[in-house]
């Protein structure tokens, strides 16, 4: 069955969980071990209106998720940010290229955002390939960005950004 790229659900939290419980996921973003149900509720239950969350669905199963929010700055409502995994079963199967294809399709034809950004561990190379073929580009390293299985990791800070449009 093909992958479905939808909104979350809060049908979903559980599964969100369990994402989030597996250890490459964990080793590739700032999620603590050990997760409880009830922090996932809290967390994505009303999510504010400049957030979405969207889920990767094979077989009724949720193998991937990424959040996006929309800087609520003034000066920075052209920016967007986003956070994702893909389930450690379901990585270089294509869930993560479905999630990004449609969080830019939002970004750029709906929400006329003109910069998506991102952090990546620098050891990620998965994903970090995953968001080049998208455009991304580094823009910089944070040393010692956060704390991981006993050693600070470094990070890239990423963005993609999109050309000014014109009218016809």
């Given at each position: ?20 419980s ?26 504010p ?10 077989n ?55 910069r ?18 998208f455009?991304?580009?580094i ?29 016809r």
């Open positions: 069955m093909p992958v479905i790229i939808r909104p979350s659900e809060p049908r979903d939290i559980p599964a969100i969980q369990q994402l989030y597996c250890p490459n996921a964990q080793a590739g973003t700032l999620q603590l071990p050990l997760p409880s149900l009830s922090l996932w509720e809290k967390r994505m239950s009303n999510l209106e400049n957030m979405y969350s969207l889920v990767a669905e094979e009724n199963v949720i193998i991937g998720q990424l959040g996006f929010q929309v800087c609520e700055n003034q000066r920075r409502r052209h920016v967007g940010e986003f956070g994702m995994a893909v389930h450690d079963e379901h990585v270089g199967k294509g869930a993560g290229s479905k999630l990004l294809e449609k969080v830019l399709d939002l970004a750029d034809n709906w929400l006329n955002l003109r998506i950004e991102l952090t990546v561990y620098c050891d990620n190379e998965a994903a970090i390939g995953l968001y080049k073929k455009g991304f580009e823009e910089g390293t944070a040393i010692g960005y956060a704390f991981r299985n006993g050693n600070y990791v470094d990070a890239y800070h990423m963005a993609r950004i999109t050309p000014s449009r014109q009218t």
